[in-house]
């Protein structure tokens, strides 16, 4: 068995105030209505008025259209959807956002992926978001992606942001940015180096890297297709990504002499040439009536407190009022209840008894009565909670991680086997998720399973993902390999 993780939050259709620093004003106190905007591929969340989120929301389905026109001949089977958070300026945006950034994607978590920014849908916003739906749209192909490929094939996508709405796209226009980087001298990766990168390192050898990854992908795509097609079937099959690239190109294996010396000439060469460029006809994107649903003025603040920790400091106390407000709005809620149990360094078991209570069809708080029931003497409550969280929250996959972990850690592997595997299905873009069904896998003695999807894990770990959790994930990996190796 392997140690107990931490339950994973659930990302749902969540739904006087505190400022946080900027000017936010709650709709209970007079600010603009929040309202959920859905399409079928996207949740928007979001205090833009009525047009603008409906604009909004067709640029987003028409983005994703062109993205999948672009990768695919024949569309993959339909994915997950994404939530989007969208601040109806950056005053607002800025609080919940790391310095310097226009957008941000969050997919470590076993919910939907979320998008967060703010409404005004500039140049570079349209680009991340281009890059990130790429990565939620090629999750599901690949059971090993290493990180040139994944980074490589998002970055080529980027170029689809400013192409208007045309019926066709050009594919493989470069991003401006990143191929003035890349014909900068020095700034191009020794594709011996990028094959083996891992996410680590600088600021700067990581822009180099993702130049060089969309170089490298380009450079595959239009000079050596038939290969490349070969490397991205044996990848998808699950052939680690060192075995696949020797097989589909042996004069570039790493052993071959000189071969990756060469290729890196040929890199040279190439990215001061013309770049090529292909035509694609877009699918048609999804043009109906969104739905529209208001959000509480409670749950507008459990998107903020969901963010909380992503942005800058912003102090105990500004955290202390948004609880109170929040708690002011609807006493019982299930977030703002945990969060004043870990401010106040209080039992948290009376507090989710009572966010229970109140929201008996809320599977937050479901979870929270789960991770306060704790010992050996509550096991059966827990894993009653866990349940009823899965039950309610059908299709997240935090929930069914959680109950999973729980089957676990309690010795029933096999009972836990159907639910990990159900969570990795729904969210393989997710290290914890992946991880779990790693565990599962590896406690009933299936190492050589288990192993594969640990490093798919790792894979899917995002640059700035920790290295702390990184070792974590080595580590545990590195014990199945010994499992798995024969003894002598």
């Known amino acids: 068995m392997t140690p107990r993780a931490a339950a994973l939050a659930l990302s749902l259709s969540l739904a006087g105030c505190a400022t946080a620093g900027g000017p936010f004003v709650c709709p209970a106190h007079g600010g603009p209505p929040w309202r959920d905007v859905a399409s079928p591929h996207f949740l928007l969340r979001t205090d833009l008025g009525d047009d603008a989120a409906a604009a909004l929301l067709a640029r987003l389905e028409r983005l994703r259209a062109a993205v999948l026109s672009a990768l695919f001949d024949d569309a993959p089977a339909a994915e997950g959807g994404v939530e989007v958070v969208a601040f109806r300026s950056d005053a607002e945006y800025r609080p919940f956002a790391p310095p310097g950034v226009a957008a941000y994607y969050l997919r470590s978590a076993g919910g939907p992926p979320r998008i967060v920014l703010s409404g005004e849908l500039l140049t570079d916003q349209r680009a991340m978001l281009a890059h990130e739906l790429t990565h939620h749209l090629v999750a599901a192909v690949f059971q090993r992606q290493p990180r040139w490929l994944a980074e490589g094939l998002a970055t080529q996508m980027e170029s689809l942001a400013d192409q208007g709405e045309g019926a066709e796209v050009a594919v493989g226009a470069p991003p401006p940015a990143r191929l003035a980087r890349v014909r900068q001298s020095g700034h191009q990766v020794p594709v011996r180096e990028l094959l083996a990168w891992d996410g680590t390192g600088g600021i700067e050898r990581a822009l180099d890297a993702y130049a060089t990854s969309w170089l490298l992908t380009h450079f595959l795509a239009y000079r050596h297709p038939a290969p490349f097609a070969d490397l991205q079937r044996r990848l998808a099959g699950g052939e680690p990504p060192d075995a696949a690239w020797a097989a589909a190109f042996p004069a570039w294996a790493p052993a071959a002499p000189n071969g990756l010396e060469g290729l890196d000439a040929s890199l040279a060469t190439y990215a001061q040439a013309e770049v090529q460029t292909r035509f694609r006809e877009v699918r048609s994107a999804w043009r109906g009536a969104p739905s529209v649903r208001p959000i509480p003025p409670a749950e507008v603040h459990a998107i903020r407190l969901s963010l909380w920790a992503i942005g800058p400091d912003k102090g105990a106390a500004?955290?202390?009022?948004?609880?109170?407000?929040?708690?002011?709005?609807?006493?019982?809620?299930?977030?703002?209840?945990?969060?004043?149990?870990?401010?106040?360094?209080?039992?948290?078991?009376?507090?989710?008894?009572?966010?229970?209570?109140?929201?008996?069809?809320?599977?937050?708080?479901?979870?929270?009565?789960?991770?306060?029931?704790?010992?050996?003497?509550?096991?059966?409550?827990?894993?009653?909670?866990?349940?009823?969280?899965a039950e309610l929250a059908e299709g997240n996959a935090a929930a069914l991680h959680n109950l999973a972990v729980e089957l676990l850690d309690q010795?029933?592997?096999?009972?836990?086997?159907?639910?990990?595997?159900?969570?990795?299905?729904?969210?393989?873009?997710?290290?914890?998720?992946?991880?779990?069904?790693?565990?599962?896998?590896?406690?009933?003695?299936?190492?050589?399973?288990?192993?594969?999807?640990?490093?798919?894990?790792?894979?899917?770990?995002?640059?700035?993902?920790?290295?702390a959790a990184r070792a974590a994930l080595a580590a545990r990996l590195a014990r199945w390999e010994a499992q798995c190796r024969p003894r002598p």
Do not use: K, M, N
Request: aromatic content about 4%.
């Open 318 to 389: 500004a955290l202390r009022a948004e609880v109170a407000e929040t708690l002011a709005e609807d006493p019982g809620h299930p977030l703002a209840l945990q969060q004043l149990a870990a401010l106040d360094r209080t039992d948290p078991l009376p507090l989710a008894r009572a966010a229970v209570a109140a929201h008996l069809a809320d599977a937050r708080a479901w979870t929270f009565l789960a991770t306060a029931l704790r010992g050996p003497g509550a096991a059966a409550e827990r894993e009653a909670a866990y349940r009823r969280a």
């Open 411 to 467: 010795g029933r592997s096999g009972e836990a086997l159907p639910v990990a595997r159900r969570a990795a299905s729904l969210a393989p873009w997710s290290p914890p998720v992946l991880d779990g069904f790693a565990a599962v896998l590896a406690d009933l003695g299936r190492c050589r399973e288990a192993i594969p999807v640990e490093q798919r894990a790792i894979d899917v770990l995002p640059e700035r993902g920790g290295d």
